[in-house]
């Protein structure tokens, strides 16, 4: 039978208590309540019985083990591992774990129980409530105590657990906080996000950086503040300026918008990816030659990504109130997405609630998919999902996505279309342009940022209005495809076929129903699988000849000098 190697244990708790007395300066040291030599002496005369776990939401395996506990934790080892020596001596290390943990604290640890497992889903240990579940080498590197630590004091973000694992255990290092963040470059890494925590998706110089942070910003917090308001510390942006101040950093590190969102992510890996992600309820895997590999850009990117999710759920929940619920709660489900190769589409498949991303602005646009799925797809309504999804999607773009050609001016963005498509702008194109853009500034709301949402505004309302007076030459169908063109279809007529229409005239068209029937109306008819002719009493064909006529009589004046 395989033989593991543990730590000399009786060394290790002399050394440990000199530690300990000597530790925590500032600090005020409580004498712990674990009476460590009586349940030592427990431990090695416990008697070990058979037990089991059984498979639960939080950890779905069902194996058989091998028990012993005694105050304050109960340790399994599974069967397949089990060796009595083995489990008695992690038995002792527990104990001197929490010990370490309670003289640091001053407080005293709650109840945990520790499964030693062959292997955990996510290779790296697991913390599930109380529960712990980590391999025999876990303990012997000691990399098992960070999940202990969240277990015992329902610690929840990474970064506090490996804060105060690092105050407790850490060794100390030459590295001058105060010079690392005097480089603007390393300003993100104070976040001590998961990102940089984990040795998967950072350097090592950044992963030592932020877990020596991450123990820095614990110290302050504990010596400063006190346990509770370290505990509640949830976003390390609450500790930031005052630690900042301590060290006499300034301007603190600035924090992206979100970040406590991200404090807790576990990593994982899988064939054919660079790793996986777990966030909350998602699901991100990274493949391998996949646009986001740079982990502040990751970072940044999950940031971004929960803090437009904000902004999408607030505009449903104003104009679309009678589908809150059924959004609110499909955010809640559990959501994949794939991070792929950028020469690709980003699509969504809502049925498995997954999602393939191709490039970082389309997220929210994709994640309206799902939130807003109809129930019965009717043909000649196929273009309503794509309005709605760009609806409810752009005001995220604009805040975390931003474009650069619409505002740099008109030149600047004629130059960009040639580039992209290899071509020099033809007469029509020119003058189909000179009216998207005077549209543009006219909707344009006060950001420093492209407006997304009224660009694709003034070019859905100027492709509806010059359809049959304007050629479709190149430049202009690299955005003008019809989402009857996207899904495989043919295209057809405009008039005839509501899936023709390109994505920003879908928008358009919607809105203009929105003005004559109420947002709230339109979408509850369509999530509902109801024919809006039955619904309004208005044909496809009646109700896209009088957006025409609409938008004509708001804008023929301001296009008509063109």
Known sequence: MKRHRWFCIPLLLMILSAV?????????????????????????????????????????????????????????????????????????MLLSDLSAFENTTGVKPEAVTVYLVGTTPYGCPQVVGSQV??????????????????????????????????????????????DYYGDSAHTLTASCSAIHLSPVLSDE?????????????????LENEGFSAFREATDPGTVLPGWSNSLEISPAPSLPAGSADVAELTLGMKKGAVCVLRVKNFTVTILEGSWMLDPDGLYNWFCSFFGGMDMVLEQIAAEAPSSFDIAEQRYTEPISIVFDNPYGYSYTYPTQNKIILTKDNAIWHEMVHLLLEEIVVIEEQAWMEEALAEHFSYAAQTRYASTRYYSEGFDAYLQFFEEVSDKEAEADDLLYHQ?????????????????????????????????????????????????????????????????????PEAMV?????????????????????NSLEKTFGSRYSDYYSAAIDYYTQRYATLLSAD
């Open 205 to 221: 110089e950044t992963v030592l950086a932020a877990r020596l942070t991450a123990k820095s910003l614990a110290a302050f917090a």
């Open 435 to 503: 009216q998207v853009w005077k549209l543009y500034q006219s909707f344009r709301t006060e950001t420093e940022n492209d407006d997304n949402e009224a660009y694709c505004r003034a070019y859905g309302i100027v492709s509806l209005l010059s359809e049959g007076q304007l050629k479709r030459t190149q430049v202009r169908k690299l955005y003008d495809k019809s989402i009857a063109f996207k899904r495989g279809q043919k295209e057809g007529s405009k008039k005839t076929s509501g899936s023709a229409l390109t994505y």
């Open 509 to 529: 068209m919607f809105e203009y129903l929105g003005e004559r029937y109420g947002k709230d109306a339109v979408i509850d008819a369509f999530l509902n699988g």
């Open 20 to 92: 300990l007395l000597c530790s925590c300066a500032g600090t005020d040291v409580q004498q712990t309540e674990i009476d460590t030599i009586t349940i030592a002496e427990d431990i090695t005369t416990q008697e070990i019985v058979e037990s089991s776990h059984r498979r639960e939401e939080g950890y779905m395996a069902a194996f058989n083990t091998h028990m012993l506990s005694v105050a304050p934790f109960t340790l399994h080892m599974e069967n397949r591992i089990y060796e009595e020596t083995a489990l008695r001596e992690a038995a002792k």
């Open 133 to 178: 579940f980590c391999c025999p080498e876990d303990f012997e590197s000691g990399t098992y105590r960070e999940a202990l630590a969240g277990a015992v004091y329902a610690l929840p973000s990474v970064w506090q657990r490996v804060g105060l694992t690092e105050f407790v255990f850490g060794e100390e290092t030459n590295i001058s906080l105060k």
